[in-house]
């Protein structure tokens, strides 16, 4: 099955940019990268998703490898309010199931 | 208001007893899930219904039932509650949001609610 690594943590200083690495090497050819967030306890939150271009939205970019085996998700300006866990998750293949890896645990140091 | 809402929040129940979970979902979704998480781990598929007459197992379906009421519930019972299914449980909606072109694909994201926490003594 496909899956996901990310470092278990980093920090980053407020006001500056949050680069969370994805390694997905095992990733089919024709399926999406998403990234979500859960603060505390709470839901995961969607922020972004992507296939062979880069994304980018009012929350992240996101930057894909042109092999798509790696993947980057960049917070431009930190927020103490962005210090959650990011998850980078990919499908098993043919199903639309999520496998969640543990996620990196991103702290925003003020 | 939330898309996805889910009750009770917050339950402990203790060994043996029958609980229900209930999710609710105002976005229209056809596809519905429900998780469990536990401590320090990622989330794990329980149940899976990609409409009201379709339900499918996802990796720990074991000790677990569901019932998808209408388009917009979808309830988890624990049908006799033990201390190993303490853990978080999240419920999640999407759309196969379908893209356009000639290899038109399922981006089908998922929107998760808020979570209940569930205790079993």
């Known amino acids: 099955d496909a899956k996901t690594t990310q470092p278990p943590s980093m920090d980053c200083a407020e006001g500056r940019a949050a680069n969370l690495p994805c390694n997905h090497s095992?990733?089919?050819?024709?399926?999406?990268v998403y990234w979500y967030r859960q603060i505390h306890s709470q839901g995961p939150q969607y922020i972004i998703h992507?296939?062979?271009n880069n994304e980018t939205n009012e929350m992240a970019s996101l930057i894909i490898t042109e092999d798509r085996k790696s993947s980057t998700l960049i917070l431009p300006h930190a927020t103490l309010r962005d210090t959650a866990v990011y998850y980078c998750?990919?499908?098993?293949?043919?199903?639309?199931?999520?496998?969640f890896g543990t996620g990196t645990r991103l702290k925003v140091l003020a | 208001d939330a898309d996805v809402t889910q009750t009770p929040r917050n339950r402990i129940t203790k060994t043996g007893k029958r609980i229900m979970l209930e999710c609710s979902q105002t976005?229209?979704?056809?596809?519905m899930y429900w998780y469990r998480q536990d401590p320090g781990l990622g989330l794990r598929l329980i149940y899976y219904?990609?409409?009201?007459?379709?339900?499918n197992k996802g990796e720990i379906s074991d000790g677990y039932s569901v019932s998808r009421q209408a388009q917009a519930k979808f309830s988890l019972s624990l049908e006799s509650a033990i201390p190993n299914q303490t853990a978080l449980y999240f419920c999640?909606?999407?759309?196969?949001?379908?893209?356009?072109?000639?290899?038109?694909?399922?981006?089908?994201?998922?929107?998760f609610g808020p979570g209940t926490r569930l205790t079993v003594l």
């Open positions: 999640a909606t999407s759309d196969p949001g379908w893209t356009s072109g000639r290899e038109s694909q399922s981006t089908d994201t998922q929107y």
């Open positions: 095992t990733i089919s050819g024709n399926e999406y």
């Open positions: 992507g296939l062979k």
């Open positions: 998750i990919v499908r098993v293949p043919g199903t639309y199931k999520y496998i």
């Open positions: 976005k229209g979704h056809d596809r």
């Open positions: 219904s990609f409409d009201v007459k379709d339900i």
